[in-house]
């Protein structure tokens, strides 16, 4: 049996990894087992303008297929590496190394799901897709009608029921070498640099072995008191996994179990939590399948047609970090700078864009995606419309999120604002959430001018959430 195994971008490792384990498991028909490892550099996302709008999620890219690459290597294949569309050059592959079958991770996100159509459809052999982006194949989890689920609680409630999340995988101890007759052909990786591209240090590294060693460390370190630290933005103790598990260099039952066996006895509400978000995540690629228009618009369908405000000052001081609102001033630096922001500050932010500023989250939504290095569809849909208030079990609508209470309460010594936004950095703590109520002895202690070297808010908080209320009142009536 000779296989095509086709990584795609969210898959790439070995271990744990369902596609390559069934490319070496069949030997059905007595013949070799043969093994074809190809990565297609496609236009979608590497052709020059995709990839300078993505910068930190290409440079995470990148080392996990070089990474993956040396890995398959050791093994004793080879990662054969092409560029152009997969529509067009897998199934041509498939032909001219006559494989017997093309194996694959499935993907949630319409647009691999729509590529796989294409390619199933030009392909003269099957293409056999496994359903391990997530823990439970999406849209296995039904209400009692049928029906996908909109309430998060009871899709946990049904996980925790149903579910059982199978053992990882082990890495294959070895491969077998490329058959004689497939050349790999010249093509390598590009560098950063031919893609306009410079490598920036402060964005996550990429690759199979930076992903075990980051989540090896952080149960090392924080996994215990998860429960506690999660919303302080100053620290850093969230697990970093976003980017592993979006671009699959730890698959996500790897990271369950791991988490599973280092916390069940040391601290289970820290386990608790923690694999509570790992559904989250679950719940977003679930709701993301089933309907995939939710890219395109709100869930709740009241909120079609809502009148977002053209404010083009408003969104450039949002996108830049300089709306006088430090916290979500942070936020936005952090992410331009490092292609990360922590999740509390996500919601901070959005919830600004939306309600306070009233411009349409999908703007918010597309910026995210291209500049978070675990920049995902599902997830950041659900976390857009969550925080804009119109999304699958949101938070009410009515609630704003106040930028300046938020930073009090998690960011109390106020170190994830000097952090970012350094104009402040000297700042009291009692006023750096709101340095336009600071007097003037200290502002000037601090050497902060509002309006000069830090901006005064772009809205006051009362007025937007007024604004914000009235406009939405009599919007979905
Ligand atoms: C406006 C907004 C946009 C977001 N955009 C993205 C995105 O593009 N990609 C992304 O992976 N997450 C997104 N999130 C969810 C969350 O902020 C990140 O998953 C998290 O901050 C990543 O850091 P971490 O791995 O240290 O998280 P941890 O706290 O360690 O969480 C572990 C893992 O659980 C999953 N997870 C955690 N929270 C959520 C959540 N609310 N929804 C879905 N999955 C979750 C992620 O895979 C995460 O890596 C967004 C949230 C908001 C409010």
Same mark, same amino acid.
């Given at each position: 049996?000779?296989?095509?195994?086709?990584?795609?971008?969210?898959?790439?490792?070995?271990?744990?990894?369902?596609?390559?384990?069934?490319?070496?498991?069949?030997?059905?028909?007595?013949?070799?087992?043969?093994?074809?490892?190809? /990565?297609?550099?496609?236009?979608?996302? /590497?052709?020059?303008?995709?990839?300078?709008?993505?910068?930190?999620?290409?440079?995470?890219?990148?080392?996990?297929?070089?990474?993956?690459?040396?890995?398959?290597?050791?093994?004793?294949?080879?990662?054969?590496?092409?560029?152009?569309?997969?529509?067009?050059?897998?199934?041509?592959?498939?032909?001219?190394?006559?494989?017997?079958?093309?194996?694959?991770?499935?993907?949630?996100?319409?647009?691999?799901?729509?590529?796989?159509?294409?390619?199933?459809?030009?392909?003269?052999?099957?293409?056999?897709?496994?359903?391990?982006?997530?823990?439970?194949?999406?849209?296995?989890?039904?209400?009692?009608?049928?029906?996908?689920?909109?309430?998060?609680?009871? /899709?946990?409630?049904?996980?925790?029921?149903?579910?059982?999340?199978?053992?990882?995988?082990?890495?294959?101890?070895?491969?077998?070498?490329?058959?004689?007759?497939?050349?790999?052909?010249?093509?390598?990786?590009?560098?950063?640099?031919?893609?306009?591209?410079?490598?920036?240090?402060?964005?996550?590294?990429?690759?199979?072995?930076?992903?075990?060693?980051?989540?090896?460390?952080?149960?090392?370190?924080?996994?215990?008191?998860?429960?506690?630290?999660?919303?302080?933005?100053?620290?850093?103790?969230?697990?970093?996994?976003?980017?592993?598990?979006?671009?699959?260099?730890?698959?996500?039952?790897?990271?369950?179990?791991?988490?599973?066996?280092?916390?069940?006895?040391?601290?289970?509400?820290?386990?608790?939590?923690?694999?509570?978000?790992?559904?989250?995540?679950?719940?977003?690629?679930?709701?993301?399948?089933?309907?995939?228009?939710?890219?395109?618009?709100?869930?709740?369908?009241?909120?079609?047609?809502?009148?977002?405000?053209?404010?083009?000052?408003?969104?450039?001081?949002?996108?830049?970090?300089?709306?006088?609102?430090?916290?979500?001033?942070?936020?936005?630096?952090?992410?331009?700078?490092?292609?990360?922001?922590?999740?509390?500050?996500?919601?901070?932010?959005?919830?600004?864009?939306?309600?306070?500023?009233?411009?349409? /989250?999908?703007?918010?939504?597309?910026?995210?995606?291209?500049?978070?290095?675990?920049?995902?569809?599902?997830?950041?849909?659900?976390?857009?419309?969550?925080?804009?208030?119109?999304?699958?079990?949101?938070?009410?609508?009515?609630?704003?999120?106040?930028?300046?209470?938020?930073?009090?309460?998690?960011?109390?010594?106020?170190?994830?604002?000097?952090?970012?936004?350094?104009?402040?950095?000297?700042?009291?703590?009692?006023?750096?959430?709101?340095?336009?109520?600071?007097?003037?002895?200290?502002?000037?202690?601090?050497?902060?001018?509002?309006?000069?070297?830090?901006?005064?808010?772009?809205?006051?908080?009362?007025?937007?959430?007024?604004?914000?209320?009235?406009?939405?009142?009599?919007?979905?009536?």
């Amino acid at each position: 049996m000779r296989s095509l195994v086709w990584y795609r971008g969210k898959d790439l490792r070995i271990a744990d990894h369902a596609p390559l384990h069934a490319a070496l498991e069949d030997d059905s028909n007595g013949d070799d087992v043969e093994v074809i490892p190809v /990565f297609i550099l496609d236009d979608f996302f /590497f052709a020059p303008e995709a990839t300078r709008r993505t910068p930190y999620r290409i440079q995470f890219l990148l080392d996990s297929i070089a990474s993956l690459a040396a890995n398959l290597e050791h093994l004793g294949s080879r990662l054969i590496i092409a560029s152009g569309r997969s529509v067009d050059l897998l199934p041509a592959f498939a032909a001219k190394w006559k494989v017997d079958r093309v194996v694959a991770q499935s993907w949630v996100a319409p647009v691999g799901r729509a590529r796989d159509r294409l390619v199933a459809r030009n392909l003269q052999v099957p293409l056999q897709l496994f359903d391990t982006e997530t823990l439970c194949p999406p849209g296995s989890l039904r209400t009692g009608s049928g029906d996908p689920y909109s309430v998060f609680s009871a /899709f946990a409630r049904a996980f925790a029921r149903d579910m059982k999340v199978p053992p990882p995988l082990p890495a294959p101890r070895s491969l077998p070498p490329l058959p004689k007759d497939v050349k790999p052909g010249k093509q390598t990786l590009p560098s950063l640099r031919s893609l306009g591209l410079a490598r920036n240090d402060r964005a996550l590294e990429g690759g199979e072995r930076a992903a075990r060693d980051r989540l090896k460390a952080w149960l090392k370190r924080d996994a215990k008191d998860y429960d506690e630290l999660r919303n302080l933005m100053a620290v850093d103790g969230t697990s970093r996994l976003g980017a592993d598990l979006k671009f699959g260099t730890l698959s996500v039952r790897t990271v369950w179990h791991a988490v599973d066996r280092a916390l069940r006895e040391l601290s289970p509400d820290a386990l608790r939590v923690y694999q509570n978000e790992l559904l989250w995540r679950e719940f977003a690629h679930s709701t993301l399948f089933d309907r995939p228009e939710l890219l395109v618009q709100p869930f709740r369908a009241a909120w079609r047609g809502f009148p977002w405000r053209d404010d083009e000052a408003g969104w450039r001081a949002w996108v830049e970090g300089r709306t006088g609102y430090p916290v979500v001033d942070a936020a936005a630096r952090q992410l331009l700078a490092t292609g990360f922001v922590h999740n509390r500050a996500r919601m901070i932010a959005a919830s600004f864009l939306a309600k306070h500023l009233l411009i349409d /989250f999908r703007r918010g939504e597309q910026h995210y995606l291209e500049w978070l290095t675990d920049g995902d569809w599902a997830n950041n849909d659900l976390g857009w419309q969550w925080s804009a208030g119109c999304g699958c079990d949101a938070q009410p609508w009515f609630r704003l999120f106040n930028p300046v209470t938020q930073g009090e309460k998690f960011d109390p010594a106020g170190d994830y604002v000097r952090a970012w936004v350094p104009e402040l950095a000297l700042l009291p703590a009692k006023y750096i959430h709101a340095p336009w109520l600071a007097p003037a002895r200290d502002l000037a202690a601090a050497g902060v001018r509002p309006g000069s070297n830090y901006p005064l808010p772009v809205v006051e908080h009362a007025f937007a959430r007024r604004r914000f209320l009235d406009t939405a009142r009599r919007h979905l009536g």
